[in-house]
């Protein structure tokens, strides 16, 4: 499976940006995603997941209310409202080999090339 993150760029503390990540080469409606971010100098966190059904969902406490993650039968998407600047960081999406995936960033062996969101003060 290949990922595109897509839907980066510069916004406002405040501000809203929706991501969006698609498959190539084959689908992963049976698979768990999850989108991570990463900041320089810093280990890659898990920040939302959602299973293969779309019912089952978590958020890392720092973005819970904030952020909503959900999916379709082409994409997984991320909304992200009331945007800080330390929310500010390289965002990837990620897929798991099964229907449900942990949190670590070896359960997910399928990758995007990452999306850059900017939250300005």
């Known amino acids: 499976v290949q990922l595109q993150a897509s839907g980066g760029g510069l916004v406002q503390a405040g501000g809203s940006l929706r991501l969006s990540c698609s498959a190539s080469?084959?689908?992963?409606?049976?698979?768990?995603v999850g989108w991570f971010r990463q900041t320089p100098g810093k280990e890659r966190e898990l920040v939302a997941r959602?299973?293969?059904?779309?019912?089952s969902t978590y958020y890392v406490d720092t973005v819970k209310d904030r952020f909503t993650i959900s999916r379709d039968n082409a994409k997984v998407y991320l909304q992200m409202n009331s945007l800080k600047p330390e929310d500010t960081a390289v965002y990837y999406c990620a897929a798991a080999r099964g229907s449900y995936a942990g949190d670590s960033v070896s359960s997910y062996p399928y990758w995007g090339q990452g999306t850059l969101v900017t939250v300005s003060s």
């Open positions: 959602i299973n293969w059904r779309g019912d």
């Open positions: 080469r084959r689908t992963f409606t049976n698979n768990a």
